[in-house]
């Protein structure tokens, strides 16, 4: 039974379940009385920001009591100089998350469609059923024709109508670490009508190796309906400062601005991230350490004899061959925090986050031990 209030509320509103996010290790310490604690919960890098960060950071300190350039006029230079495309083109955002939820109040209304595929990110519905509008789901692949619990972009384009206004995708994938090929990409997007934007969420771009990766913003001057997001919060180890953006051709970026907050990205943020941009070294090292948490997950994993999902990301998803939410607890109470994924309807999964190679090591050893 709705209370009073609640059924004032805006209907898509009322349905929603709030975003999840990873315990904090502060809430377990808490709850459990326990120490020592690792959380690989939340795909943040284990390296945390660079020193040159940390620095820019306490220079800019004496500045809180002022409002930060509302437009990141300085943040968006460096972007436009290091992605080699225009200044406008560039929306800043509080996280990329942020961004996606601009799209969703420029483009979506009630009476309108989001397409985005089975397993994929949980922003995507939340944003979507905010405004009333509604979610087209496409089944992801089964195995048979393209990675397993990846995006099938044949099932995903069999759902465009005239009610379609957008399409998100997530390259590679969380919580399953799937990834899709730069020709099965632009040629889903050759036949995408222009009145549908087509955003492709990069936000682990900075991890990806694989040579047929696509990087999507080399294709935003050919493709007129295209938004392509990326994040600071990932390889670059700014998470709780909140700094994402998008790139777009100017008619989108100018929808988005007449709708974003005003100063949505804080002073810290604009100036942690100039800096992270100008550290390549950490940026390398941090892509070492994911490259070594992989392997190393891989390894152990096949040794357990445990399926996982292969991940072009900074985390892996587990089968744990059980409901994970009673894995996911012992796991809890040996200090190790982890994120179970039953809310993407994949009940016997863990997504684990790469972390430093002592805590790899611990989340392991803690894991044969609960499973036995």
């Known amino acids: 039974m709705k209370t009073t209030i609640e059924q004032y509320a805006a209907t898509g509103v009322q349905a929603l379940q709030p975003y999840l996010p990873g315990k904090p290790i502060s809430e377990l310490e808490r709850e459990y009385g326990v120490k020592d604690i690792i959380k690989l919960a939340s795909n943040e890098n284990p390296l945390g920001p660079s020193p040159s960060v940390v620095s820019a950071i306490q220079s800019a300190l004496p500045d809180l009591s002022r409002y930060p350039d509302g437009n990141g006029f300085a943040l968006k230079a460096s972007l436009s100089d290091k992605l080699d495309v225009p200044i406008d083109w560039i929306t800043l955002g509080n996280g990329s998350n942020d961004v996606l939820d601009l799209v969703a109040r420029v483009f979506l209304s009630p009476g309108t469609e989001a397409i985005y595929s089975q397993y994929a990110f949980a922003v995507y519905p939340i944003v979507t059923q905010a405004v009333g509008a509604t979610g087209r789901v496409s089944a992801a692949h089964d195995g048979s024709r393209g990675p397993a619990w990846g995006h099938d972009l044949e099932a995903m384009l069999a759902l465009v109508s005239n009610a379609t206004r957008v399409i998100f995708i997530a390259n590679p994938n969380n919580p399953t670490g799937t990834w899709l090929k730069r020709n099965e990409l632009h040629d889903f997007l050759l036949q995408i009508p222009d009145h549908v934007v087509v955003v492709i969420d990069e936000a682990y771009f900075e991890y990806i190796e694989e040579v047929e990766y696509p990087n999507a913003m080399r294709w935003v001057d050919e493709f007129s309906n295209l938004l392509v997001t990326r994040t600071f ?109 039953a809310n993407y309807n994949m009940p016997h999964h863990l997504r684990v986050s790469t972390g430093l190679d002592a805590e790899n090591c611990r989340f392991m050893d803690a894991l044969g031990q609960v499973l036995a």
């Not at 350490?289 to 991940?311: H, K, M």
Request: glycine share 4%; aromatic share 8%; net charge positive.
């Open 233 to 341: 919060s990932k390889a670059y180890g700014l998470a709780a400062l909140r700094i994402g953006y998008a790139v777009s051709q100017p008619a989108i970026a100018d929808l988005l601005n007449r709708v974003r907050q005003p100063f949505n990205a804080n002073h810290l943020a604009l100036t942690a991230a100039r800096a992270a941009l100008s550290d390549a070294d950490h940026l390398q090292r941090s892509i070492m350490q994911n490259r070594r948490s992989l392997a190393f997950f891989e390894a152990e994993l096949n040794r357990l004899s445990l399926n996982y999902i292969p991940s072009a990301g900074n985390f892996i998803c587990v089968d744990v061959g059980k409901q994970s939410a009673e894995i996911y607890e012992k796991l809890l109470r040996e200090a190790v925090i982890v994120r179970p994924v």
